[in-house]
């Protein structure tokens, strides 16, 4: 749900002559993320690597994902329009590593700890660029900062100090799972309690053998 402020011209009410009467209205929106899953094996790989540490705050197995795509939110009313344009992506299913360790951001204090893709694969750079020309043609707003696909194992909290982190990097640097198969990717709805975030998988979309 956000809150935007409408306003009237000429003034429906004004506290001041000539001024605007606005008011706060309620739209509903749906905070979202495009993602690819991960198979269990490989959750579970990753989840063997979250040992209970100060200051470390472990990705929940279930929300360990590849996101594609980071919307926040969209008003409700939009929501048929994405989900077809995303239906309309064609990319061929693909391979990808799961493999190497690293933290964000490259400079300043650590924030996140992540598990990469190696170098990626060609029809993943496809697929994301296909997502943001769907978003791009529904005037949605998409980050232009580059693509770094990776899966999030971590927040880092302030008390988590360097030497932890170092440790933790130093320990696992041969990390290496086997490659999986990417047949598809969600659409999901990301909404915020008190103890973490729940997603919510709103619908599937697989990826096309041509």
Known sequence: MRIVAVCADPPLFSPRPGGLWCYDARVASIRLFIAIDLPAAHRAALVALGVPTRG???T????????LRFLG?????????????LARVRVEPFVLPLEGLGTFPPRGPTQVLWAGVGHGHPRLFQLRQQIDDALLALGLPVDLRVFHPH?????VKREASPATVAQFLKRH????AAPFRAEAFNLYASELHPAGAVHTLQQRFALVVS
């Open 60 to 67: 929940p197995p279930e929300q360990l994902h590849l996101t």
């Open 151 to 155: 899966v999030t194992l971590a927040r």
């Open 73 to 85: 939110d969209v008003d409700e009313s939009r929501i048929a329009d994405l989900t077809d344009s």
């Open 173 to 176: 640097r041969e990390f290496a």
């Open 56 to 58: 470390l705050a472990w």
